[in-house]
């Protein structure tokens, strides 16, 4: 199994979602790995084809990351979450 992984500063996701969209779909990347989310929760982050996972950053602004995993990897990637 071949593995396409991208890694993005994007600076602000909510408000670059579909350029994130359009990168992803023109590179066809099994992972997407992102910095500087800024996001507040993780709740709501969609995007057709991959899940989710990410962790805020609580109490300040800016900060926050997060992986986009293609849903048919997801059964070989075993999250590990920690505060």
Known sequence: MQIELLYVN???????MASTKEVMSATNASIVCLTET???ENNGIKIEGYSFFGKA?????G???GIF???TMKQHVS?????
Do not use: A, I
Not at 10 to 16: A, I, N
Not at 57 to 61: D, T
Not at 79 to 83: F, L, R
């Open 10 to 16: 994007v600076r602000g996701l909510l408000s670059k």
């Open 63 to 65: 900060g926050g990351v």
């Open 38 to 40: 800024h996001l507040t």
């Open 79 to 83: 999250p590990y979450y920690s505060n």
């Open 69 to 71: 995993v293609k849903n």
């Open 57 to 61: 950053r609580e109490g300040k602004s």
